[in-house]
């Protein structure tokens, strides 16, 4: 099975403009990003999709691979669904350009999960932790989601949910991390559908599937990753980077 990933990269993002750009160790995120996807050697090919020309010239710079989209899409796996058109492949996987802490193990968790199950009828994949931290849980930036018995998404939220009512301090939540796995033809479906009600009060892409009637499949990973959404999360990526020395 070909297997590649795709980054989308906006660089005027609402909540952090130009945060793409913003360094570590003096490395832009967005090339940070690009080269930890590269140095796990899982991939047959790493795309940077972008509307950018800055962020396209800053990748090339660095050796990376670029397709420019359109100026507008209404989120990441839609810039991904464009770009994937261009590209031969059976398994996507969709990378947000913020995320340049995602490890190894859990995109191969992902790679592994198609390539081990026969049933095409799973199409798309996402990754889920488990906390009890009432600060993660009640950060609107930190998603959460509500599994069945079988580990498919019911639902997504920045509220926190499920509510708890009768009080249980062992209850974890199960907090959603944006990288998803799609089977190659699932990609493209995304995209034929309009942007849902809920996607749209939410501000989350993973609804649009669930309101459309699609399943996705959630993988539990034990470490959660730092993902930069805010001007506060480059700041724990500093001192976390800090704390390991060298990258």
Known sequence: ??????????LNSSRFPRKLLEKLKGIPIIVMTYQNLLSMNIFDEIIVATDSEEISNIVKINGGKVFITKKR?????????????NYKSDIVINVQGDEPF??????????????????????????AYRTNNSKIIN?????????????????????????????????????HVGVY?????????????????????????????????QKIKILQIEKPTIGIDTPNDLIKAKKYLDSIGDV
């Open 181 to 213: 796995g799609f089977l190659s033809q699932s990609i493209i479906q995304f995209s034929s559908f309009k942007p849902s009600k809920l996607e749209k009060i939410e501000m989350l892409e993973c609804i649009r599937f669930i309101e459309n009637g």
């Open 102 to 127: 995602v490890s190894k193990i859990s995109l191969k968790k992902i790679i592994n999960f198609f390539k081990n199950n026969s049933n095409r009828d799973i199409t798309v994949v996402s990754l």
């Open 73 to 85: 899409h209404q989120c990441g796996s839609d810039r991904v669904s464009e770009a994937s058109r």
């Open 1 to 10: 099975m070909r297997v590649i990933a795709i980054i989308p990269a906006r």
């Open 139 to 175: 950060d609107e930036n930190c998603v959460k989601v509500v599994l069945d018995k079988n580990n498919f998404a019911m639902y997504f939220s920045r509220s926190k949910i499920p509510f708890i009512r009768n009080f249980d301090d062992g209850f974890n939540f199960h907090i």
